[in-house]
């Protein structure tokens, strides 16, 4: 039990040092470092404790601190009315990194900070990353193209396929291009055709296959190229012939062949994800989303812990099996996801949840706070895998007033609002 719990834990990595030790710090100097730096008051003692008490060199230090963890960027985020930002990423449905969004300038520097951090994890435990997959965020390319140059990166084909289908919808809304509308949905079809066809990440085939759609939008089946020369659906019948062909020469066709034929498509499509994809960290952003709703605003431990036991319950419950009636019909149900704008989904009904890990939860903390009765410390954290140090609110850096001077400031342009002009 207790490696079942220290295997997860140990895969939600952090960003700050836990070497410090927490003790006695004169009260008095305790409230003015905290007033001084608005760091957290825990924090405050520890740098006191290595400071032998001395306030200004606390002070320095902890600033040194937050510069070397890049906690004095909360300054800049003072447009985001948040005191707290988190972000998981996930390897292989294993391990989940965790970062403050004070580290960094913006959320979308997170995603990178968070990859860097994955990607230590996966080289100090001696792994090797042969291939990637992620979305198509410049930054992210950039980095692996830098820093990564022996692992295969692939882009996930959901966000290339949401890329296209607002494209081609945006398009239709011009004069004489309406009927592309009806061509978005087999278009993005192509796409995933493209890339699950191709299990062996053959670049330059998907970049073939691709590229005869071009042909196929205009009732030309044939001739494609080389490496594709004939699409592969075979005859057509039925209502699959009367389909809106593009009639060549038209506006409708010179726009849709733009945009199959982009550069960006022709740098997209040959990097598309043929086996995996990222809707598995999808999935476990929203079930970090039920454990710890964005309305509400977690402490800093308050946030650590409920994406741990959102990890928990992640990997307990991400291979469910489907449901089956008594009588050993397979379930299904019916929604209506929003990104379909009112068109319906058909999903496998899985099996109800379980929570198995929560026994393993309580059984740890027991097991721990017997051993802490024992402990020779006292000032043990009852769970050791909880960080000693936790970075401050993003607040903290914000200029704070003198309460009593504020809501004077309050008071009196309220009074003000209340006189009759
Ligand atoms: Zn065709």
């Keep these: 039990m207790g490696r079942f719990l220290a295997t997860n834990v140990s895969l939600i990595l952090r960003g700050f040092p836990r070497h410090y030790c927490v003790g006695q710090a004169s009260k008095t100097n ?38 070397k963890e890049g906690w004095a960027r909360a300054d800049k985020l003072q447009s985001r009315p948040m005191s707290q930002g988190l972000l998981g990423l996930i390897q292989s449905r294993t391990g989940a990194t965790m970062i403050e969004s004070n580290e960094v300038k913006n959320s979308n520097g997170m995603e990178k900070r968070g990859l860097e951090r994955a990607v230590d994890w996966v080289k100090n435990n001696d792994l090797e990353i042969g291939t990637i997959v992620t979305d198509r965020h410049l930054q992210i390319q950039k980095w692996i193209r830098e820093n990564l140059p ?54 330059d085939l998907m970049w073939a296959k691709w590229e005869s759609v071009e042909n196929h939008v205009h009732n030309k089946h044939e001739g494609h190229n080389e490496l594709f020369p004939s699409c592969a659906h075979g005859m057509l ?9 593009i009639k060549p020469g038209s506006k409708a066709s010179e726009k849709i062949s733009d945009i199959i034929l982009s550069n960006r498509m022709k740098r997209d499509i040959p990097k598309l994800s043929p086996l995996y994809q990222t809707s598995q960290i999808e999935a476990f952003h929203s079930t970090v989303n039920h454990f710890a709703p964005k309305m509400v605003a977690f402490s800093y431990y308050g946030m650590y812990c409920r994406l741990i036991v959102a990890a928990l319950h992640f990997n307990e419950n991400t291979s469910r099996v489907q449901a089956a009636t008594k009588e050993g019909n397979m379930q299904f149900k019916i929604s209506f996801p929003k990104f379909k704008h009112g068109e319906y989904s058909v999903r496998k009904r899985t099996v109800d949840s379980t929570y198995g890990y929560v026994t ?62």
């Design 360 to 421: 393993s939860l309580m059984t740890e903390t027991f097991t721990s706070m017997e051993a802490s009765v024992d402990a020779t410390s006292p000032h043990q954290p009852p769970v050791s895998c909880l960080p000693e140090i936790q970075p401050p609110p993003l607040c903290s850096n914000f200029v704070h007033p003198e309460k009593s001077e504020a809501v004077q400031h309050f008071r009196s342009r309220f009074m003000r609002k209340e006189t009759p002009v």
């Design 237 to 245: 019948y039925g209502d699959e012939r009367k389909k809106k062909w």
């Design 150 to 203: 022996e692992t295969t990166h692939y882009y996930d084909v959901w966000h290339v396929a949401k890329g296209l289908k607002k494209k081609v919808l945006a398009t239709a809304k011009q004069s004489e291009c309406g009927q592309l509308s009806k061509w978005s949905r087999s278009l993005t079809n192509h796409l995933y055709w493209v890339a699950t066809s191709t299990p062996n990440g053959d670049g």
């Design 30 to 67: 305790l409230s003015q470092l905290r007033k001084r730096t608005g760091v957290p008051l825990k924090n405050c003692r520890a740098a006191l404790q290595k400071c032998h008490n001395n306030l200004e060199e606390a002070e320095k230090w902890l600033k040194e601190q937050a510069q």
